[in-house]
């Protein structure tokens, strides 16, 4: 037997490790990148005749990546507890408005009515002011079964304003599993009709998406 074949492989160079890591993150990232990629597409595009959705689609924005003060006694808001699942997010003042109840109320109704699928849906409330809960307030939220609370921070309040939120006033969005902005719902005197709509269109994001099928992921 030569020496040759017995020689040890010569080991690979920085640059190959670095490209082969690149290509697994981008593996990866593509990976994690699909289920609601693919979950957009139906809803939006497949088959354009049933595209009949009850909000506003936007282009997707990130929310900030910084935690959030909570609100009310609650604890701070992770960025990571808004990825995994469909948010509906209700922003407004801390003094909860018509509007505010009305948003309230449409996230409570189009969570409860995805029945097995709900625990997919999480909801949220962010207060875009200093203002004070009220107990009254606290209560309601509590009513609204544990609706989570927190006040925005300036980066926030720039991102829910760019998205369509007005100064001094509630909106209600979807966020999606990857913390993005998506849809932003108008204001309604019909809150239950608001609720049957952002029910029918949560009901075909969930369908054609599986990131938090069997809880949070």
């Known amino acids: 037997m030569s020496s040759a074949s017995l020689a040890s492989p010569e080991p690979q160079s920085p640059q190959v490790d670095v490209r082969r890591g ?7 990232a593509f990976v994690c990148l699909l289920p609601v990629a693919a979950s957009y597409t139906m809803f939006y595009l497949w088959p354009p005749q049933e595209r009949v959705n009850h909000g506003e689609l936007i282009a997707p924005v990130a929310l900030p990546a910084a935690a959030l003060a909570g609100a009310a006694g609650q604890p701070a808001l992770p960025r990571s507890e808004i990825e995994g699942r469909w948010t509906l ?11 505010c109840e009305r948003a309230l109320y449409v996230s409570r109704q189009a969570r ?6 709900m625990d997919r849906v999480a909801r949220l409330r962010v207060l875009t002011d200093d203002g004070a809960v009220s107990k009254a307030a606290i209560a309601a939220d509590q009513a609204h079964q544990g609706v989570r609370l927190a006040r ?5 309040l720039a991102t829910l304003q760019g998205a369509g939120l007005l100064e001094g006033g509630s909106g209600l969005f979807l966020v999606d599993p990857l913390g993005n902005l998506m849809m932003r719902y108008g204001e309604a005197s019909d809150a239950t009709a608001h609720a049957r709509g952002v029910t029918k269109d949560l009901q075909r994001l969930l369908k054609y998406s599986a990131l938090g099928r069997g809880g949070k992921q």
């Not at 407004?92 to 018509?98: E, H, K, R, W, Y």
């Not at 409860?112 to 699928?117: I, N, P, S």
């Not at 925005?152 to 926030?156: K, L």
Request: proline fraction near 3%; hydrophobic fraction near 60%; include cysteine.
């Open 112 to 117: 409860l009515a995805q029945a097995k699928e």
């Open 22 to 28: 690149r290509r697994t993150l981008l593996l990866l």
């Open 89 to 99: 997010l209700v922003a407004g003042p801390a003094a909860c408005d018509d509007a």
């Open 152 to 156: 925005a921070d300036a980066a926030w």
